[in-house]
């Protein structure tokens, strides 16, 4: 009987470790066969540009028509949402080595032309914030900050090279972006100018919490549960039968499992690629949001007033406000503007704000693209290459007009 139990258990064994296996290879080899609604939703943003968007491809990235594939290949692997943890601002993107994308080990993109590491106290150097619209998801040369770097060298108005430092990152707002900022400073950087552009991600992320404070939530409740096991007798009792289950949640079985559970699930119901249904701000709501940004204004206001650095603060452009949705054919029907919407509403507040557009370090760049025809959006929100010089230019004539571009000497405390 024994002997029969255990042939039998050993039987077990090796059919959950083939279909573990087997599981695992299904996952390597029909990765969107096995795809969650997640992967679904990126492969379907990626194949809308080999595919229906393919003819605007080399115009909005620009790049040249034989290096759409190259770009793509690289751009598949690339993860716009992994981050590394970065102390006070939370987390930063990656360094990276590509033939069209590249960031700094420190945090920042880098521009069509590399800015060294740390700035170069014989140059101009300006440090840019912003969210993923400043970070860009096209090339390098195709960022703001970038075109900015270009237009600031090609001009020689600041009397020694430029290097603008591309501090965009995704989901980033201004409360982050403020962070960040201070971090910079504690570090004994010194930047001549400082910009931030803003609007978009303030407006989604509307209860003013960073993205990934559920994340950090959870880390410090489990870090409680550790303490209380480590100092407790009775705790020490209870074994971990989380970490029990979590090793079987992730096997290839399970996970395999999980994925036909949730395609059997979405028979008859909305597609998994069907943007969620959308909850306009309340007023109260949409007040918030302005007075935290324009909290954070005046705490980079104060700070760059004491160590002697100009700033610039814009309001940037977004799909909902002002803009004839029709002329967007990046918009997918399954995507929609996924809660950018809110962005709209608060720009439609702010744009007869008086106290911000009287503020000498406020630069309103939201009708930039009133009356246009133009595709000015890669994706939902996005900007193209064109957009990208367009707003470039836009803070480059009003740093101009300001007086903003032309210190001849390293500012100073």
């Known amino acids: 009987m024994i002997e029969t139990l255990a042939i039998l258990f050993t039987g077990l064994c090796a059919l959950f470790v083939a279909f573990n296996m087997a599981a695992a290879i299904a996952f390597r ?23 229906e968007l393919a003819q605007y491809v080399p115009k909005w990235f620009a790049v040249e028509e034989n290096q759409t594939g190259a770009f793509f290949a690289e751009y598949a692997k690339h993860e716009l949402n992994i981050y590394e943890h970065e ?11 590509g033939e069209f ?9 880098h521009n069509r032309e590399k800015a060294p590491w740390p700035p170069a106290d014989d140059c101009f150097n300006v440090f840019f914030f912003g969210g993923s619209t400043t970070l860009a998801v096209g090339p390098d040369w195709t960022t703001i900050p970038s075109k900015l770097q270009d237009l600031m060298n090609a001009s020689g108005q600041s009397g020694r090279r430029v290097n603008v430092y591309n501090f965009g990152r995704g989901s980033f707002f201004s409360s982050m972006e403020i962070t960040l ?18 609007g978009i991600n303030d407006s989604y992320f509307f209860n003013g919490l960073p993205p990934t404070y559920g994340l ?11 303490v209380a096991a480590e100092t407790r007798s009775r705790m020490r009792s209870r074994p971990k039968w989380n970490l029990f289950q979590k090793f079987f949640a992730t096997l290839p079985s399970s996970r395999l499992f999980d994925v036909i559970a949730s395609s059997i699930a979405q028979r008859g119901a ?6 969620a249904a959308y909850d306009p701000l309340t007023d109260d709501q949409k007040t918030e949001i302005i007075e935290r940004y324009k909290t954070n204004m005046g705490i980079a206001e104060s700070i760059c007033a004491k160590f002697g650095m100009p700033l610039l603060f814009a309001w940037q452009p977004t799909p909902s406000y002002g803009y004839d949705l029709s002329n967007h054919v990046a918009l997918a029907s399954h995507f929609g503007l996924q809660g950018h919407e809110r962005s709209g509403e608060v720009t439609q507040v702010l744009a007869s704000h008086a106290p911000l557009h009287d503020n000498k370090n406020f630069l309103w760049l939201a009708d930039l693209q009133d009356q246009s025809t133009d595709a000015l959006y890669v994706d939902t ?11 470039a230019q836009s803070i480059f004539d009003a740093l101009g007009d300001r007086g903003l571009t032309s210190t001849d000497t390293k500012t100073s405390e």
């Open 29 to 51: 080899l029909f990765p969107r066969f096995v795809a969650t609604p997640q992967e679904r939703k990126r492969y379907s943003y990626i194949s809308r540009f080999e595919g």
């Open 87 to 97: 102390p006070f601002s939370e987390f930063r993107h990656p360094g990276r080595e």
């Open 101 to 109: 994308i590249n960031y700094a080990p420190q945090g920042y993109r």
């Open 181 to 198: 900022f201070q971090n910079l400073l504690r570090e004994g950087r010194r930047p001549d100018l400082v910009i931030f552009l803003d």
């Open 216 to 226: 950090f939530h959870q880390a410090v409740v489990e870090m409680n549960e550790e």
């Open 270 to 275: 909305a597609s998994p690629l069907t943007t």
């Open 381 to 391: 929100v996005h900007y193209t290459d064109a957009f990208c010089a367009t707003i």
